[in-house]
C-alpha cells in the first residue's frame, strides 16, 4: 500500500512537472498569420519559411499560427478591420485587396515600371518600400505596418482566345477581362480593347461561351484554373505587370515587442520575402510546360514591340497621377527607383559581359 501511494505521490510530480515546463516553454508572442489563399500558393510558402525562421530564432519565445483561407476573414476590407481590432496579426494581400484603403499603392498594377524580376526585386528591397510605409502608418492611425513586399504568381501578361497579341493593333476588337476597378479598365482601353469585369469564379465559363477573349494573368493562375481547357490558348509574355503581394502586420504588436524580437521579425519578413521570389520562377516552369503540351502558343515581344505596347499604355500613368490620392508622388518615386535599380544593372552587364 505505502508502495503504491508512492508511486501516485511520484507520478503527479512528475506531470505537475511536465505542466510547469510546458508552462515555462510556452510563448511570449503568439502571432495570427493570414493569407486568404491556399496551400499551393506563393503566400502560404512565404509564411512557412517565416514562421520556421522566427521561432526558431527567438527560441520559442515568438509563435506564428497560420491561418489559409478565409478563417479569421475574407478579404482586404476584413482583414484590415482585423489587424485594427487585434483578431489579426499579420496579413498579405494583393494592391487591389487594399486599395480602397491605400489607393496609392495600385501603382504596382501600372504596366512597363519594372523590367524584369532584377529589378523587381532590388525596387522592392529599397527604401522606397519604407517610404510607402510611412504612408500607410500615418493613413491608418499607425494601425498597419507594411513590414515587406514579395511577389504571388509572377508576372501579369496578356492571355486570350483568339490570337497572337504583338502589338496594340491585335488587341482591338477583343474583350478582356479585369476586376472592378478604373486603372485595369483604363489600362484595357488605352490597349484597343474592351475592358470587362467578371468575378474570378465565372471566368472559366466566360471563356467557354465568348462573354470575354482575354485576361490578364501570371501563368500558375492560369493553369491552376485550367483555362485552356476554356479555350485560352495564346499568352503574351509582355511582364507588364509584377504581381506585388503587400504583407501587413499590428504596428501595436510590433511595437510592443522587445527590440531583439522586433528585429527577429523583420528578419524573418526578409525570409519570407525571398522565398516568394523565388517560389513563382519555379512554379512556373511545369506551368508554361504544361500551357505548351496542350496546344497552347507563348510568344515573347521584341524590345521594339514591347516599347510600343509601353508607348501605348502611357495614359495610365498620367490618369494614376491625376486620380489616386498620393499618386504622382507614389508613381514619380516608384518610377525613379525602378530606374535607379536598372541603370545599376546596367553597370554590372558592362563589367560582366566582357
Given amino acids: 500500500m505505502l508502495n503504491l501511494t508512492k508511486k501516485i505521490f511520484t507520478a503527479a510530480l512528475i506531470s505537475s512537472s511536465i505542466a510547469l515546463a510546458g508552462s515555462a516553454m510556452a510563448a511570449d508572442f503568439n502571432l495570427r498569420a493570414v493569407a486568404n489563399s491556399n496551400e499551393n500558393d506563393e503566400d502560404y510558402d512565404g509564411l512557412v519559411v517565416f514562421k520556421d525562421y522566427v521561432e526558431a530564432a527567438s527560441n520559442g519565445a515568438i509563435s506564428v499560427d497560420l491561418f489559409i483561407g478565409t478563417q479569421l476573414c475574407s478579404n482586404g476590407t476584413e482583414c484590415l478591420q482585423a489587424i485594427e481590432d487585434g483578431s489579426v496579426d499579420i496579413y498579405v494581400s494583393t494592391s487591389g485587396g ?37 504612408q500607410m502608418l500615418a493613413d491608418s492611425n499607425d494601425v498597419v505596418r507594411l513590414m515587406t513586399i514579395g511577389n504571388t504568381g509572377g508576372w501579369r501578361n496578356f492571355a486570350n482566345t483568339q490570337r497572337t497579341l504583338r502589338s496594340p493593333a491585335d488587341f482591338e476588337g477583343l474583350k478582356i477581362r479585369t476586376v472592378v476597378a478604373d486603372l485595369p479598365q483604363v489600362l484595357v482601353k488605352a490597349l484597343g480593347a474592351s475592358p470587362t469585369p467578371i468575378p474570378w469564379p465565372e471566368l472559366f465559363s466566360s ?3 465568348g462573354v470575354v477573349d482575354g485576361s490578364k494573368n501570371g501563368i500558375t493562375d492560369i493553369m491552376g484554373m485550367k483555362f485552356p481547357e476554356a479555350g485560352l490558348q495564346y499568352v503574351t509574355l509582355d511582364g507588364h505587370a509584377y504581381m506585388a503581394a503587400l504583407w501587413m502586420m499590428n504596428n501595436e504588436v510590433f511595437m510592443d515587442m522587445p527590440a531583439d524580437h522586433r528585429r527577429v521579425i523583420v528578419d524573418g519578413f526578409a525570409a519570407l520575402q525571398q522565398a516568394t521570389f523565388a517560389s513563382p520562377k519555379r512554379k512556373s516552369i511545369q506551368a508554361y510546360q504544361e500551357f505548351t503540351a496542350g496546344g497552347g502558343e507563348l510568344y515573347v515581344p521584341t524590345p521594339d514591340e514591347k516599347a510600343e505596347l509601353a508607348a501605348a499604355a502611357a495614359p495610365v500613368y498620367e490618369w494614376f497621377q ?33
Fill in 98 to 134: 487594399v486599395a480602397s484603403t491605400f489607393p496609392y499603392v495600385q501603382m504596382f498594377d501600372l504596366p512597363y515600371v519594372m523590367a524584369n524580376d532584377r529589378v523587381a526585386e532590388e525596387v522592392l528591397a529599397g527604401s522606397f518600400v519604407r517610404d510607402l510605409r510611412d
Fill in 207 to 209: 471563356f467557354q461561351t
Fill in 322 to 354: 491625376g486620380n489616386v490620392r498620393e499618386g504622382e508622388r507614389f508613381f514619380k518615386a516608384y518610377q525613379a527607383a525602378a530606374k535607379a535599380a536598372e541603370a545599376k544593372f546596367a553597370g554590372q552587364y558592362e563589367r560582366d559581359l566582357n
